[in-house]
Structure formats: structure tokens, C-alpha cells
């Protein structure tokens, strides 16, 4: 992130980024384990995502006025 900073990136952008990144290694691990035929694996995946997007709502509706 210090890179992010000295380039005058806001940390909304960072953020963002950072998150693609994870979303990213998320359906890698999902492909993996669709192509491997592990049933479990993809499921938590699924829970991780669900999780995440839930997290990202209530993010957004704190931000949001009423």
C-alpha cells in the first residue's frame, strides 16, 4: 500500500483493490476445486463469498442515507 500512497491513491481505490484481489483468489480456489470434484471445498467457498457480500452490504447501507 505504501507504493498505492505515494502514487496519491485514496484508500477507497486501495480498498477496492485489495478486494479484487482476495475475489480473485476465491474463484481460483472455486475453479480448483469444481475441475478436482471436491463438493466441500467449493461450498465453503460459497459460504466465503455469501459472507463477503454480506459484509459489502451492510458497508454500503452504513454509507447510505435513510
Same mark, same amino acid.
Given at each position: %500500500? ?25 474463484? =481460483? ?7 478436482l470434484? =471436491? ?13 463477503s ?6 458497508h454500503?447501507?452504513?454509507? %447510505?442515507?435513510?
Amino acid at each position: %500500500t505504501v507504493p498505492a500512497r505515494e502514487a496519491r491513491v485514496d484508500f477507497a481505490e486501495i480498498g477496492r483493490a485489495l478486494a479484487l484481489v482476495e475475489d480473485a483468489g476465491l474463484l =481460483i480456489h472455486r475453479a480448483a476445486a469444481l475441475l478436482l470434484g =471436491i463438493p466441500a471445498a467449493n461450498q465453503a467457498v460459497d459460504q466465503v463469498l455469501w459472507e463477503s457480500g454480506v459484509q459489502e452490504a451492510r458497508h454500503a447501507a452504513v454509507g %447510505t442515507p435513510v
